[in-house]
């Protein structure tokens, strides 16, 4: 896919890739080779027909393919962008054995993001077919509206779990309602993923087709405090669990609580949620700094950078404790993160923080680390090289380590069981220790995916649509 | 929603707006607070909730003009909506029988400290109130107070009203009388607050403060809100903001309270522009 050169887009907000023409999309889209039991949908945690959606594409059928997706997938835009696709869909593709996979994420960003330019208004999305084509769980479940109508359920959050779950709840002729805590609807897409990767219209638009099929949205409600979960189940049915993973790791060590040492949670709030980045004309600020480290490797370390960098940091550095090839992060976003020249110091542990005279950060004390034997996870274990310490001078600090299961909600629920890390433990079926909640996403899984988060919202609508009765 | 029902100075800086918000009234306790977003490019800030009206579904809100956010929430009229309140937020006041409590509010602190000491009068404590500010005209909640507590005491920095001298003095004082002091809770400025510990901490009188450290989502996802208690960091808008004053860290608050001072400053010209243009 065409991308905007490092040098354009570190000056602004703007996405990288271009995305396809529609005869790139075509030319790609016919290197399917069509297989009888394609591997790839078994790749995808909520099972799109890639095939089915494939073929239409090849054929310049644009409308069907988006049709084809939208059966499984509500947020295909989304999906398109931040679906690790070379871990999922792609890694099964049979021409990646030899060659290349077809380019399945690509592909899905086009169809969705064609759907969008050429019918922009959500509610009207799907009246060019006549009709909404049932989608297969509804056919599978033989949807009868008139039972369901004014059966209510409360979702708890309104990121990828919850606005997937609400979806297909709506779809089955349930009235949903989302609580959500924050003052903008999206969860992790809008206050985590950075504009650049995730353009927030576009989350928005997700947002409005959710709501266009009837799912009312509260803002500004944050159950657990405002109401618990058994005050919500004296006037919903069911209630689904999506409030993430929002707490913020740190590493405990010395200085980490001095001024100019953020958590990524911070950081990326200030600047996606609160548009930190036209301050003063949005009130809340953000300090960066010239010289700015990242700690850590994964998406949201990489995020973190790259925004920096858009900010106006002059120097902005990843340490990480292991290598490139231990990252967690997507090989695509440590790619673009390099092109755009964000330095990467690996083996490195921060392991104290050093103030100015202003008690602000100035320097990161390190420790050089080298890879061991491998651990639990089966990436080698990283060890620290004894009196290897060193110092690097610096003005900002992301703690870009991970996030747990948000607490406040099993804190406010006593009888809802969490594992030690503070996971909602859940049946495959997304039920929880109490009868009619449901979970699913980052509070049962941890800092997860945005397609995991999907796939269990839908596997939680379908357990709770058998809870309440379906028909014989 | 969140219209503004009742807006009233209390002083030239201090204002009292009285907001509907049924479902914040109906669970709201002592010691709890609520973010607010007075219009929509604003920041979300921490104002603890002064008063609940469950019947009316209302809550009251203090709060002393100290920059770009606030100059906007005071901006608006009766009638205006406020564009965000969440709530309520973070552990509640333990309220019980602890027999003498004394409770000191600081300047807008004094208005924090009224629902804690009408709900430790009603469960049946002897509440001694010391409350103090600058000068007689930033008094604020003195009727409230003289109504709802066993006894008053005020003290201003320059002696127009009560006692001349701070807080802390009375609190000395108090000890030094023999009064038996089970429980001692302050509310108001970083440096006030230290100051009644230290005196606290002398004479072994369990001391809990509520901490007002920046906030950002105040549901414990960001942790700008860390302190320092007892060598552990804690998320005060989750975890507080009520903290054995004892153990907190006062020096790293002040620090922390620090951070943004300077660019604030561009924020606060920026609203003052945009109100004097209309």
């Not at chain 1, 896919?1 to 703007?14: P, T």
């Not at chain 2, 003289?146 to 006894?151: D, F, G, K, N, Q």
Request: net charge neutral.
């Amino acid at each position: 896919m065409r991308e905007r050169s490092a040098a354009e887009r570190i000056r602004d907000f703007q996405e990288v890739p271009l995305g396809y023409t529609p005869e790139q999309a075509i030319e790609e889209a016919k290197r399917c080779i069509q297989c009888k039991n394609p591997k790839c949908v078994g790749g995808c945690p909520v099972e799109i027909d890639i095939t089915g959606f494939l073929k239409f594409v090849a054929e310049g059928d644009f409308a069907s393919a988006a049709e084809k997706i939208k059966e499984t997938n509500a947020l295909p835009a989304i999906c398109g962008r931040v679906c690790p696709q070379e871990d999922q869909c792609e890694k099964e593709c049979i021409l990646g054995v030899k060659g290349e996979p077809v380019a399945i994420g690509s592909l899905e960003r086009f169809v969705a993001d064609w759907e969008r330019e050429s019918s922009p208004r959500p509610s009207t999305r799907y009246a060019r077919s006549g009709h909404p084509s049932p989608s297969k769980m509804e056919r599978g479940m033989n949807f009868d509206d008139s039972r369901k109508k004014g059966v209510r359920i409360a979702v708890v959050g309104s990121g990828p779990a919850g606005l997937t779950c609400a979806g297909d709840l709506a779809r089955l002729g349930y009235q949903v309602t989302i609580f959500e805590s924050l003052h903008v609807t999206g969860g992790v897409l809008t206050y985590g993923i950075p504009e650049f990767r995730l353009p927030k219209a576009i989350v928005n638009l997700e947002v409005e087709y959710v709501k266009s099929l009837g799912v009312e949205i509260k803002t500004d409600m944050l159950v657990g405090n405002v109401y618990t979960i058994e005050e919500l189940l004296k006037e919903y049915k069911a209630v689904f669990i999506g409030s993430g993973a929002g707490l913020p790791k740190f590493m405990n060590i010395p200085g980490e609580n001095l001024d100019g040492v953020y958590s990524a949670n911070e950081y990326l709030f200030r600047v996606n949620m609160m548009k930190a980045w036209q301050f003063p004309e949005y009130l809340t600020p953000v300090k960066i700094g010239k010289r700015v480290a990242v700690v850590g490797g994964g998406n949201v370390a990489m995020d973190s950078a790259r925004v920096s960098l858009r900010l106006g940091a002059e120097e902005v550095t990843i340490l990480y404790r292991r290598t490139h090839d231990e990252m967690p992060a997507r090989k695509e976003e440590i790619e673009r993160a390099v092109e755009e020249g964000i330095v990467f110091k690996i083996l490195t542990l921060p392991i104290k923080y050093h103030a100015n005279n202003e008690g602000w950060v100035s320097e990161a004390e390190c420790i050089q680390m080298e890879l061991g034997e491998p651990d639990s996870s089966g990436r080698r274990r990283p060890v620290e090289i004894p009196n290897s310490n060193f110092k690097i001078p610096i003005d900002t600090v992301i703690v870009a380590i991970g996030n747990s299961p948000n607490p406040l909600v099993p804190h406010r629920t006593p009888n809802l069981k969490t594992e030690k890390w503070g996971g909602v433990i859940v049946t495959a079926a997304g039920l929880t220790s109490i009868p009619g909640v449901y979970a699913g996403g980052d509070i049962v899984r941890g800092a997860a995916t945005v397609i995991s988060a999907m796939g269990d919202g839908k596997v939680a609508a379908k357990a709770i649509h058998s809870f309440l009765g379906p028909t014989k | 929603m969140f219209k503004i029902i009742k807006k009233e100075k209390l002083n030239e800086s201090v204002t009292r707006l009285i907001v509907e918000a049924p479902h914040i009234a109906r669970a709201a306790r002592p010691g709890n607070f609520v973010v607010v977003i007075p219009a929509e490019n604003a920041e979300r800030i921490p104002l603890t909730i002064a008063d609940a009206d469950k019947e009316r579904g209302t809550i009251s809100i203090i709060f002393q003009i100290v920059g770009a956010t606030t100059r906007v929430l005071d901006s608006l009229k009766v009638g205006d909506e406020i564009a965000h309140l969440l709530g309520p937020l973070g552990v509640p006041s333990h309220i019980a029988k602890y027999g003498t409590v004394v409770v000191i509010g600081g300047g807008v602190g004094i208005a924090e400290i009224y629902p804690a000491v009408k709900a430790l009068k009603s469960a049946g404590n002897k509440v001694i109130a010391i409350i103090g500010a600058r000068c007689k005209d930033l008094l604020i909640f003195e009727k409230e107070l003289r109504t709802e507590s066993s006894e008053l005491k005020i003290t201003t920095d320059d002696g127009t009203c009560g006692r001349k001298g701070f807080v802390s003095d009375e609190l000395k004082d108090l000890i030094a009388s023999g009064e038996k002091i089970d429980l001692v809770i302050a509310v108001g400025p970083v440096p006030m607050m230290k100051v009644c510990c230290d005196v606290t901490k002398a004479h072994n009188i369990r001391t809990v403060v509520s901490l007002n450290p920046l906030i950002l989502d105040a549901t414990g996802m960001c942790g700008i809100c860390r302190v320092t208690v007892g060598g552990k960091t804690k998320f005060a808008c989750v975890e507080g903001p009520e903290f054995d004053g004892h153990e907190v860290d006062f020096k790293e608050l002040t620090e922390r309270l620090k951070a943004y001072k300077d660019v604030e400053k561009r924020a606060d010209e920026h609203v003052c522009r945009l109100l004097s243009n209309g």
